[in-house]
């Protein structure tokens, strides 16, 4: 037993801090029958204002309905002063929060003496809530009404709701009366502008900031990152080390967020080895951000290894890890995973069933996800979404299960979007079923007739069978709409850049060399078994012209520069901006076996791994 006399300070701390959480038991108790609280307390002799301040502070916190807050109100009316540790601003806040935008603004009339933190405090509330029309009114208010000179403070809380429009008034405001010296809101005008891509407005201001700090750093590195710029993010970043600003886990989850996007690999083990010197390899975030990069990279064993040495991995890690089998096609590792995952005492949600469905169409394991999709909600109490309907859909389409993916979706409690009913689109694709698609491609079309991939997928269906007319009939559809196929694209990265290959490129610098190896390289496969499956050129013309246009598909083209520049035990990493097609596909399946190469092909669904003449997909996707 420890003595009284020996730490009366830890014994103090100990009744205090037992006397706060008896306080706050009280206060949670009543709080289900608000009136026992505030009555007691205004008719009790010994309880002071600063009680009753502390119980009206504490209520406003967690008070979720306006009858809670109007008998909170009616007791300051009562009890209190608006200005006391600024309840009446509280109040305010509270009323537009809960959605009643008129007695906010009323009850702010009423408060007297108000004072600069008070019109800041009216001002940011409109503006978290996206109001932007009612947070210019009350800095307009502000000014003429209570000759009130706003400050940083005032200028930050309107850039962070503010458009491009708005924000550009409060730039001209902030010119005017000096405030644009303060380095804070030269950093919120900085995100303001990237936010909406005026990158060259954002730099200028981030070259007339004088010492700028982490956040500004950060700030400039994040909006050329999210607008497309690694490398430009990623040249500020070494410029920021190099003035000796040391990168957070934020710079380095921005970065690393970027390099996922493209799927880089040379640059991801760089910002891996910074990590582990500075020992931000402690930093769950960071190694879910690391996890993630390295598996949008075709890098899974390396996802792998990450996560094994993360000592304890949040929920979020834990789904990264079944999101990085998922779009590799490893549904049964996923599946394992997610078992494991709820043995450790994890309750999954709904983005860990979208990508488990999601692992289970893209490796045919029907069975799996029927029972899954089953038990969502019966075991996990986890909705079902339109991501996980899409998913089931894919499943079933993927299997050729064509009605049981119509019946699933007739059977949905909500509207089937464009998701759902794209995916049904696809199998009528893969599967031949020209009546159903015909149908599926008219109600996307009526959803979104903007979107030319319903028109390309219908004309492909029709193609397929050789249905050239009603091929015709979409094409010109598309051509009459102002319409364009997006051009299909390869990247693969060499000599730390990115190269790009179109179909039928000729703007590389190595083309002549590029396109000898790929002849020789198609004429090893022909040798081999190989032979051009043409019926993914959608157009009317010869045979023989429509063998030249699937050889120079862009995948080729990336295939043959990366077996020119790498070495033979280096896998061929290469990202495709659509879908593979079937003869791409076949083909890395042949190279792969003459070449004795292994070949990683990411396209917007999953990553294919191609070795000895085989796909990870099992020719399933």
């Not at 990508?355 to 899954?372: F, I, P, R, T, Y």
Request: neutral net charge; glycine residues 8%.
């Amino acid at each position: 037993m420890v003595s009284t006399t020996s730490c009366p300070g830890s014994l103090f701390k100990f009744i205090a801090l037992r006397h706060k959480l008896n306080f706050q038991t009280q206060f949670l108790h009543n709080l289900s029958d608000p009136s026992r609280l505030f009555e007691s307390r205004c008719r009790q002799d010994n309880f002071n204002n600063s009680s009753l301040l502390e119980s009206v502070i504490w209520s406003i916190s967690l008070c979720s309905s306006i009858p809670i807050c109007r008998l909170i109100h009616s007791r300051v009316v009562k009890c209190l002063n608006y200005n006391d540790w600024f309840v009446g601003d509280r109040l305010v806040s509270l009323y537009a929060r809960l959605g009643f935008i008129s007695d906010a603004h009323n009850l702010f009339d009423e408060i007297p003496d108000r004072d600069l933190v008070s019109w800041n405090s009216f001002i940011s509330v409109f503006s978290k809530m996206g109001e932007v029309g009612l947070s210019l009114n009350a800095f307009y208010r502000m000014r003429h009404e209570d000759a009130m000179n706003p400050n940083e403070i005032t200028l930050i809380s309107l850039i962070s709701g503010c458009g491009i429009v708005e924000g550009g008034y409060v730039h001209g405001f902030a010119v005017k009366n000096g405030l644009l010296s303060e380095r804070k809101v030269l950093n919120s005008f900085i995100n303001m502008y990237g936010k909406y891509g005026s990158l060259n407005a954002a730099s200028r201001l981030f070259q007339m900031i004088k010492l700028p700090n982490l956040v500004s750093w950060n700030s400039i590195i994040k909006i050329h990152v999210q607008n497309g710029l690694l490398e430009k993010g990623i040249l500020y970043f070494n410029i920021m080390r190099r003035v000796e600003i040391y990168p957070d886990q934020a710079t380095i989850v921005t970065v690393l967020q970027g390099c996922a996007d493209i799927g880089v690999g040379k640059i991801v083990d760089a910002f891996h080895g910074y990590i582990l010197c500075s020992g931000l390899d402690k930093s769950v975030p960071t190694m879910t951000a690391l996890l993630n990069v390295y598996a949008k990279s075709g890098r899974l064993t390396a996802s792998r290894e990450i996560f094994r040495e993360m000592r304890e991995p949040d929920m979020i890690a834990w789904t990264a890890m079944l999101a990085a089998y998922a779009i590799h096609g490893y549904g049964r590792h996923a599946v394992d995973h997610f078992n494991f995952m709820v043995q450790k005492g994890f309750e999954p949600d709904h983005v860990t069933f979208t990508h488990l469905l999601s692992a289970c169409s893209h490796s045919g394991l029907v069975n799996e996800g029927k029972e899954l999709f089953k038990t969502m909600y019966s075991a996990y109490k986890v909705k079902p979404r339109l991501d996980h309907y899409s998913c089931m859909v894919d499943l079933y389409g993927r299997s050729g299960c064509l009605k049981d993916a119509r019946v699933l979706i007739d059977s949905m409690p909500m509207e089937p979007n464009s998701g759902v009913w794209g995916a049904l689109l696809n199998g009528c694709k893969v599967y031949g079923d020209i009546e159903l698609g015909e149908e599926v491609a008219g109600k996307l079309i009526t959803l979104n007739p903007s979107d030319p991939r319903n028109y390309i997928m219908l004309s492909s269906i029709y193609s397929k069978s050789g249905r050239w007319a009603e091929f015709s009939k979409v094409r010109s559809l598309m051509k009459d709409q102002g319409l364009v196929k997006t051009a299909g694209c390869s990247f693969i990265e060499h000599d730390h850049k990115i190269h790009r290959f179109l179909v039928s490129d000729q703007a590389h610098p190595d083309i002549e060399r590029i396109h000898a190896k790929l002849n020789d390289l198609m004429n090893k496969i022909g040798e081999a078994g190989y032979v051009a499956n043409t019926e993914f050129v959608l157009h009317d013309v010869d045979e023989d012209v429509k063998g030249d246009l699937v050889r120079l598909h862009s995948e080729k083209l990336a295939i043959a520069f990366g077996l020119l520049m790498y070495s033979d035990n280096v896998p061929l990493i290469i990202t495709k901006n659509l879908r593979i097609c079937g003869d791409c596909h076949n083909m890395a399946k042949f190279v792969s076996r003459v070449e004795n190469r292994v070949i990683i092909i990411r396209d917007t669904k999953r990553f294919h791994h191609f070795a000895d003449g085989l796909c990870s997909c099992g020719d399933y996707w």
